[in-house]
């Protein structure tokens, strides 16, 4: 297992669901950048549980510690690392999931790669809880590209079966993405949103769960981020995506619905603005051969529903290689989509840092 | 740029449309592997162009010499190089577009990243073309996958707006794959395949291009292979996935259809058969916590269409910094998902391999 | 700044000397691995300061806490966390060398580097002190390798103008190896030892420090261990020693000694010993090719003397611009050599462990 | 077995001694430089055989082919490949050697490693052949360092037992180390030259080799390159140096000479010279805490002799299992030194260039 990513960022996630603590190490930031502790709270308190019946009413107080790499409230150039202690484990609910594999969950991949040492209390490393420190992680990284212009914003696309409408990827401001940082259920159609709370509650109710997509979008970067084949914006930034647990598709601008059109639909027109190379439409999501265009910059989430459910679902208990029943107990979230707008913009935030820094040590 | 990639495999890639030539080297290949020739230029052949009419005319030879790592046509453990020279270029046919960005391509992309200086005839280094040593390093991971029983295979799920069955994901055997392997134009349901065909044949003669989805599927992958978090099977695939030209959407098992569900419908039930586990239905796409559960492993991969298309366009002239109309002359591809399969094919089988090197050296 | 290392096993290292910690995330153990908290807690002890006139007065409680990747005393295959608080800390001495650049240290380079921002309390992230954790980490690594048969250990070979002989290359054995591990100043020649550490308390009563070079030998590595070129066994281990601080030069086998011989002099010769390969004579220290071959592995670290000193220096103030003369207060090691060695251990370990991996994927 | 090295630079190092080629892929290269052929074939032609009675008869004219990366005589910013064919081999004179493990060489440990199917003519990849691309792209490398004002040295300091006196490291000018550059036999005192020819010259007549010590400089690197632990200057060209077959010690500045001083003699003072911080002496070798001071950069890199000698020597066949006597024929270098100066250059170029990299990303 290497859960080390980054090349000109290198960033190392630690920790386990009910161990001692969760955190990261992040490698290759600037030297005498702010650590605005407020910012990186508020990022944090994006993820955070228990806020209200749409989330598990699991309390993670969440608070971190800067365990190296900052002086005097300014990076220092060395390795920064978070620490976020863990606490509110009922550990116990898990002793009798031991063994009895849960559905949809790492229970069962786990155990046989790590020969069942792995920790399995709480999903162990596998828990939806390490994305606390990407968050962290992403919360520097989102600073870093704001004070070069650059912002990233979500909207919930959709849950269960309920769609909105995309961003308009043409003309897209930073201070909408802001505006949608700002809340907890970010929407661009407040009526949709009603109905995807609704599908949440409802589910809530069944002891069940359901998924979702969030797109995301980032202005005010400049054309020339990237390259062709292995660095690609897409190939890195749908690497991190593919970390965050429960994350099963990703599209790039129309992405699947590119594959519906024709060339002369598809292609994105240029143009000059002011000087300046723009395309009229921006179905590419910003993105040309691995590498931005200077467009706005969009793509889409999908993730699976919470495999955490209180209905019985049908399994297999390993100890006495049985074919079992099990109802989950504990506090579980209905929907893990509007948690994940924090992570996945860390994603993309580290994503697309990484690639700038590549990219700024060629001028 | 980093045209690297890869942990315990490592490859190297090189080369441009209309370079000298374009290869690939290989690192961390095990010794004494036969290098079947046959094979590896069988697998060159479903790449290879001028086919029939479904393809560009242009011919592309591709014959491969290796410069190392092979000596009694075995494996020696030294790095593997693969390399093609070009030919059949018609360099002149791009002098002419030189300033001219073509939309949908990396041209202006391109021009921004290098300052200019990049190989702009053919897409340079963005060329579909470079696909070809992708494919030879795929070729030989293929082939030592297969020796440990694993065997891929993909169909064209969908050409435009035609769109057939995905696989049955709980019941899929190698020799389908194999089956799949074998043709030029796989699909599981011919009438829809004819249909498809139909789609590319029409762009074609309206000087157009249509874009599609392949569906991919590994059978024989047993379970525990992968990690959670960065190197998770989703993230290892789908990084290579799209740095493949023209990919703009990636989905595992049932990936944005599983948005749309409910936890109980979503979660694939564990069950026993003759004491080894398995799962009812296999949504996930056999992948659990980003490591492989031993059921099928599948994934759909979303093309854009073809950007070169015959027909005018507007784009932009940077020498003059004028608005002008475009017609792209030369020989292409009016869809390039058929031959994109063998592509696709060798990402996945070299992200296995490497994660398959991971864990083996655990044991 | 990256203070990540590996390709099988991947080390990443945190810390500043008066920050609130420092430790080590490993990545890449095997799972089921006990964790032997007594032999961990006798490797930092090994290093750690205070307990004999040879050695600083400052008191280094390093008590290590497992963040991460152990559950029920074993690991879990997740990454592994060390942390180890800072306590003990005198920061004010160090205010008034803020801008003081002290001759022999990384004050005026980190400060050029880092723009200023660097902590430079004690050395910051420049600190012997980051060598705890890298003892930690290599405290692992050597319990593994036990485990495989292999041991570790060295001898003080000479401090100042004092050297003893070396290692017998061609006849050594575990348990020499194992009771220098035992010893705070481990030497083959007690005499020379006693005038060793004479020289160190003279240079202590002068307020001067000495430096001094350390032989280390690996037994029990079968051949076969390493690659030609960058993963060579003295690439991956020089990399690791010349990062430990105050490391100036370091050889394998009889180093440069060897230039000074004739290839019929400094060739081992290879003989069979009950159908084993040996070689009548190890000058290579154990490694041909970048690979070993079975024999002993030896090689020698040099460290320059501490250069924290009481005595009178030349330098300049950085914020007057002036040259100024600095007498360094507290407390200092007037000889950094026997507390070094479980760091230069560890270098081994951990570089000999990844190639072990690497070694052991291909079986 | 990883051929690639680097981290904003990386390269990708292939080939055997009697396969069809060797080569180097480049990635990370700024786009726009310009290729200059003299200089990367003057460079080429300093590590070429048959110049005279010191080296090998063996002819090998490496004439280098650029497959990739260059367009128009410019970097594009794509991978560079350099490709160079193997000529004038002389497979047979190895086929008898196929099972006797000639001393001094990797035979042995690449058969153990590979079991039994590396190349072994000439070699394999193990074979001081392989400098050969390194040299190729330690030019480009020296040439970017070179339009920064960074000039890089060296001078044979020993061969056998004579040695000549170090470079004096606090007064070294550009000009002396290019003089240095352009001589097949670069030293500081004729006279001692002289001495080291006959050495060669001697040992060629015995049917024997000798080793030597080169030594480095690079002036005009400012202060700031490198970073403490897994970064620092030292430990990124000892990573490459001791990748050169044959180099068994490196020692930056004054090296192990420095484990014999006090701190008060070895630390070097700083003052002020025309508002520049300057050291009086330059002991530490132009690196403190693993970061350029600004001072010259010296180190020593010590080579073993050839181990090809004509002499009979002990060894072992391992087809029969018994012991055998070797007398190794062909054509062989009596002292591999001189034509190492161009690799051991090439080493530290490209390791400055890759730190050099990281820090202009930071700024």
Redesign the interface.
């Known amino acids: 297992?290497?859960?080390?990513?980054g090349?000109?960022l290198?960033i190392?996630?630690?920790?386990?669901s009910h161990?001692?603590?969760?955190?990261v190490?992040i490698?290759?930031l600037?030297?005498?950048l702010e650590i605005d502790r407020d910012y990186i709270n508020r990022e944090l308190a994006r993820r955070a549980p228990g806020k209200s019946k749409l989330t598990t009413s699991r309390q993670e107080k969440d608070e971190f510690?800067?365990?190296?790499?900052?002086?005097q409230e300014?990076?220092?150039?060395?390795?920064?690392?978070f620490?976020i202690r863990n606490e509110d484990k009922r550990s116990r609910d898990y002793e009798e999931l031991k063994d009895i594999?849960r559905?949809?969950?790492?229970d069962?991949?786990?155990r046989?790669?790590?020969?069942?040492?792995?920790?399995y209390?709480g999903?162990?490393?596998?828990s939806g809880r390490?994305t606390a420190p990407l968050v962290l992680a992403g919360a520097i990284a989102k600073k870093i590209l704001s004070a070069k212009g650059i912002t990233l914003g979500s909207h919930i696309l959709?849950i269960?079966?309920i769609r909105e409408e995309p961003f308009d990827a043409v003309c897209l401001s930073s201070s909408t993405l802001l505006e949608l940082n700002a809340r907890e259920f970010p929407v661009l159609n407040e009526e949709k949103g009603l109905l995807m709370k609704e599908k949440i509650i409802r589910?809530r109710e069944?002891q069940?769960?359901?998924?979702?997509?969030l797109e995301t979008a980032v202005v005010g970067v400049e054309?020339?981020?990237?390259?062709?084949?292995?660095?690609?914006v897409?190939?890195?930034i749908?690497?991190?995506l593919?970390?965050i647990?429960g994350?099963?598709?990703?599209?790039?601008?129309?992405?699947?619905a590119?594959?519906?059109?024709?060339?002369?639909?598809?292609?994105?027109?240029?143009?000059?603005q002011d000087?300046q190379?723009k395309?009229?439409t921006n179905?590419?999501?910003g993105?040309?051969?691995?590498?931005?265009?200077?467009m706005p910059l969009t793509f889409?989430t999908?993730?699976?529903?919470?495999?955490?459910?209180g209905?019985i679902?049908?399994?297999?208990n390993?100890a006495t290689?049985?074919?079992v029943e099990l109802q989950i107990k504990g506090r579980h979230d209905p929907c893990i989509v509007p948690r994940a707008v924090p992570a996945v913009e860390a994603a993309a935030a580290l994503a697309l840092l990484d690639l700038l820094?590549?990219?700024?040590?060629?001028?």
């Not at 161990?19 to 955190?23: D, S």
């Not at 510690?65 to 002086?71: P, T």
């Not at 559905?103 to 790492?106: D, F, L």
């Open positions: 297992m290497s859960s080390v990513w090349e000109y290198k190392s996630l630690f920790g386990e161990g001692p603590g969760i955190g190490v490698n290759g600037p030297a005498g510690e800067i365990l190296s790499g900052v002086f300014r990076t220092t150039g060395a390795p920064l690392c620490l594999m559905p949809g969950h790492a069962y991949t786990a046989v790669k790590y020969s069942g040492f792995n920790d209390r999903g162990g490393a596998f390490l959709g269960a079966d589910a069944q069940d769960s359901v998924g979702g997509v054309a020339g981020i990237g390259s062709p084949f292995f660095d690609s897409e190939s890195k749908a690497h991190l593919f970390s647990p994350v099963k598709g990703v599209e790039f601008g129309e992405g699947f590119l594959s519906r059109l024709k060339g002369s639909q598809a292609n994105d027109a240029f143009y000059l000087g190379v395309t009229t179905r590419c999501g993105i040309l051969g691995g590498i931005t265009n200077g889409k999908a993730f699976k529903p919470t495999p955490s459910i209905r679902q049908k399994t297999v390993l290689r049985q074919e820094l590549e990219k700024e040590k060629k001028a």
